[in-house]
């Protein structure tokens, strides 16, 4: 039999983000595991009963917190053209503001604590990796793309992994220009090479 879901307490988005606001700064001043929620509730001048009875616990809080104060968005990403798309998506990633305080507050937690992972995995990668399928899919239907070609599988490794690289090789940020470099010499080369001679690069 299912369970029904927890009832969602109510909250107008003015107090969610100011909800979201503390959860963010008291991770930032000390980290994950040592933020609790009966801090964040006294700084939103909230209940902690209200935080779980909305988030039922810290990791989906956090998660969502994190959603809330992403810097960027892949959400409606659609220039006409695959080369238009990553373009795009590179200014978005390389423009964002990088949170570092923040980033080493949730990093560790993030490979320790199992539902925080989840939560984080829905709330943020899930909505990305299907904004970058949408990016592939519609390359192949307009032509760009050979369905048949097995990088597409490989897509938002290709463009993560560009980012991990550059701080950890170069010791620098993966700016948009950065980006938009590793699109053209990698990204595209890869994507709209031919599959048994059916696809050409048109653009």
């Known amino acids: 039999m299912t369970q029904p879901e927890p009832r969602r307490t109510r909250l107008s988005p003015e107090r969610e983000a100011e909800i979201f606001d503390a959860t963010l700064d008291l991770i930032r001043e000390v980290g994950y ?4 929620l009966d801090v964040v509730a006294q700084r939103s001048q909230c209940s902690k009963a209200t935080l779980y009875r909305r988030w039922q616990g810290k990791p989906r809080l956090v998660s969502e917190a994190l959603r809330h ?15 238009g798309d990553l373009y795009e998506m590179t200014f978005r990633i390389g423009e964002a503001r990088k949170d570092h305080d923040l980033i080493r507050g949730i990093a560790l937690a993030v490979r320790q604590d199992s539902a925080l992972a989840e939560a984080m995995h829905e709330t943020l990668v899930r909505p990305d990796l299907e904004a970058a ?8 239907a307009r032509g760009e793309v050979d369905p048949a070609n097995p990088a597409l599988d490989f897509f938002p490794h290709l463009v993560q992994g560009a980012g991990f690289a550059r701080l950890v090789f170069d010791q620098r940020e993966p700016d948009a220009d950065y ?3 590793y699109v053209d010499a990698v990204v595209l080369p890869v994507l ?12």
């Open 69 to 83: 104060g992403k810097p960027f968005t892949l959400t409606g990403l659609d220039t006409g053209s695959l080369r």
């Open 133 to 140: 399928r949408g990016i592939v899919d519609r390359a192949v």
């Open 192 to 203: 709209l090479r031919e599959i048994d001679g059916s696809t050409e690069d048109t653009t």
């Open 33 to 36: 595991e040592a933020a609790r």
């Open 179 to 181: 980006l938009r470099r």
